[in-house]
């Protein structure tokens, strides 16, 4: 939007809420004309999309424009179709949820062109893979084959969509169109039997005739001449200038066969068709009882033949009527204008559920098989408001539709305003606005409303009229204050209402209804005898359509009306879902001349779009509303502070700018990551002041231009020497690399080989790697038994290695051995000599270390031959110290020390020893000369040796 501001004088604003005077039609209107003038037919309101019908190729629909469209925000370029189709594509890409774009607008608006502009841009802008190329070409092609079957010519429209359609496109993980789901409401059936004058029936009639081969037809019973038939002439425009059928036939049959109709198929859908065709020929007449006969069966015997019935039975289906009486049915004739209805009835049956049919059927072809999660970007393409002279039962239907699908939208843009204001921290301001909810519950309130009404007049016993049900309307809502008859009007208002007519109030303004042929239309009878053939068509289409569970089922099915009603709750319901986006089409005349602009048709159409109301929701706070970031890139040079780069952050930045161009408070508030701006004459301000600026950067810079020219020139030069050299380089060490993979491959398929050249240098660079990388591996004691295991020609070093190795560790072992510790291994050398093998608990013995503290010698200083050996006091399982006498003492303990190899174990006492009688009890000896030698306990047990001159010991 920022794009084109300043040219808003001569193409007016590109988005509504810049209008200074929002609440104004005219002003409204104004701006529209303005734009279309300049063939600019979008326009936005905040993320409404307006879109005016140029009927006329603008050029605007190129590779090159969806290329421009392709990931730029929003407001960058100028409105456009794809800018809708590109911000809920991007979206639904990086927040992974689903999204619907909602085409309305009346017939003609350019709805149906819109919905296939989005599916173009999607199928050229999305990324594709070659098998899901199917996939998009069945998107694209089921559109000719929908339109074939739904589309006509109507006095608004040559290629009108005679229902209304919702696709679902189903994009996978990767933003890749996969599939897709199309859901079609409310066809009108009954087209295929009547036409106003100037319109025709639904194409696929026409094309069948034009394009279809002599031989399809001659199968069909069919003549290349529309005229000849009923249902294709009333209208008397069978051929139409402006339509190629024999072209639409040939794209319509090259599509059946992408989307996966077979020849039983096209057979079984081609005898219905033609079947259609022929029951319009059949003509009634009058018996003398005034009971319908047929008296050229020509028709009826090529139905039979199509559709796989009995002549006689289909015969007798169309005049007479099956009554079922208590116990018994009652065969009665119809009068010929019944037999009338009846083929009529069954003509817009067939055509109708064939409908449904196709559209499963195209269903099925587009259905992804890949269950994983998808999200979706839903197109609905639905009438829009209609508002005739005449206005029946389809107005009324369509016109409910609008009614709910504009609640939606207020809901949801109130919704999305109000989350918008709170996710920013800016203070909600309560909008005035109508909340047309009190119209939808008059149409579809349970047993209250205008459905509920007609319903029950439609089942309710008695002659039911439609005169009668506008009875009851009175009575039931005749209190409405949307809702209005003749009867009920005041003087003023009668004049403009029917006798047979009822008037709503919308939201989009007053419509009159007229309720002839309600009833009829609501309960789209077809009586059960003929449903009965129908049901035992041998046509498999009609097979599948028409079921005989239908016929045991003596439930009534459900009517128009109340079918209509839950079709368009689960489309609600779908939609709710999903975040939206709007398109808005506009018809500017009603000549589908290009460039022509009727004031007067595209002010009801404002209105009826509900337009104003919407522009007055999105302005009722702020005009305009940017991110930080984007606010301040653009008006950045308007503040010395800011230009050309601010290095804060960008609200902090902002607050400087604004503050230094002079906003007043009341103009602006600054929310979390946006700045929201009251009135759009400030923004505009901002924006001239912006163009002023840009002009003198512009001389400036044409000044710094002619200098920097030169350097340019220069650099430009330089780099160029500087990237050649590059390029060598590379070049050189590209080859260098190529030859040296080249030799390690032949290395290494030679590896096995004596050394040879071709292995040569492979062998080296393996024997590095591996003594490289050993040096990582050794072992780091004798114990550890690892080693890297060596390639095959290095196992004898590597062995040899290993050994060396071992050896290493083995020496450093040794040497890192203390003397202790080696008289310690001495010791168990000797233990080991002694008793392995022969004694018990040696093993475990073996890993205990000896103790050198464990034994001590004690001696007395004197002659006596006692000696003490002290073991452990703490081995509670020894008995004690062993005290012995003995004569050799000297060399008994000089023969015990050189055992022990240890001199510091002998103790020679003076006086007394201690010695342990038991772990924890001690006792003494006191040594003592005397004239007798002698050894003795006295009473407290202590023992007292008393060695004599000649020395001897006694125990
Ligand atoms: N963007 C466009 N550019 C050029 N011509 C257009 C454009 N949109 C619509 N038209 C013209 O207007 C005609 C009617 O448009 P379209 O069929 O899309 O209307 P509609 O709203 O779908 O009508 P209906 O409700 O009757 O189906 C098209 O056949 C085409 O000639």
Known sequence: MEGALTARDKVGVQDFVLLDAY??????????????????????????LVSVNPYQELGIYTVSQMELYQGVNFFELPPHIYAIADNAYRMMCSELNNHFILISGESGAGKTEASKKILQYFAVTCPMTKSLQIARDRLLLSNPVLEAFGNAKTLRNDN????????DIQFDYKGVPVGGHIISYLIEKSRVVFQNQGERNFHIFYQLLEGGEEEL??????????????????????????????NDWKTVSSAFSVIDFTEDDLENLFGIIASVLHLGNICFEENHQGCATVPDTHEIKWISKLLGVHPSILLEALTHRKIEAKTEEVICPLTLELS????DAMAKAVYGRTFTWLVNKINSSLVNKDFTKKTVIGLLDIYGFEVFDKNGFEQFCINYCNEKLQQLLIER???????EYEMEGIEWEPIQYFNNKIICDLVEERHKGIISILDEECIRPGPATDLSFLEKLEEKVGKHAHFQTRKLAGSKGRKRIGWMEFRLCHYAGEVTYCTKGFLEKNNDLLYRHLKEVLCRSKNRILKECFLVAELENRRRPPTVGTQFKNSLSSLLEILISKEPSYIRCIKPNDRKEPSKFDDLLIRHQIKYLGLMEHLRVRRAGFAYRRKYEHFLQRYKSLCPDTWPHWHGPPAEGVERLIRYIGYTPEEYKLGRTKIFIRFPRTLFATEDAFEFSKHQLGMIFSVLTSVECEMNQLTIRLEAHWRGALARKAAQRRTWAVRTVRKFIKGFINRNKPLCPDNEEFIVFVRKNYILNLRYHVPKNVLDKSWLRPPGILENASDLLRKMCTRNLVRKYCCGITAERKALMQQKVVTSELFR?????????????????????????????????????EDHKQKGDAILRCEHVFEAVTKLVMLLKRGNVVNVVQGSLQFYIRPGKKGTIVFDTGSEEQVYKDKNGQLTVVSGCGGRCVT
């Open 23 to 48: 609440t104004s039609e005219s002003a409204f209107l104004d701006n529209l004309r303005k734009r279309f003038s300049e063939n600019l037919i979008y326009t936005y309101i905040g993320t409404l």
């Open 160 to 167: 009108s969509s005679r229902f209304g359609k919702y696709m």
């Open 217 to 246: 037809l001659a199968c069909l019973g069919l003549e290349r001449d529309p005229q000849l038939y009923k249902y294709l002439s009333q209208g008397h425009c069978a051929k139409e200038s402006s339509i190629n059928d024999k």
């Open 340 to 343: 009338v209805y009846a083929r």
């Open 413 to 419: 843009t109130l919704k999305a305003e109000q989350a």
């Open 837 to 873: 093998g022969k004694k018990e608990g040696y093993a475990e013995v073996l890993s205990q270390p000896f103790a050198n503290s464990r034994i001590g010698v004690s001696t007395s200083s004197l002659s006596d031959g006692i000696l003490v050996i002290h073991v452990s006091p």
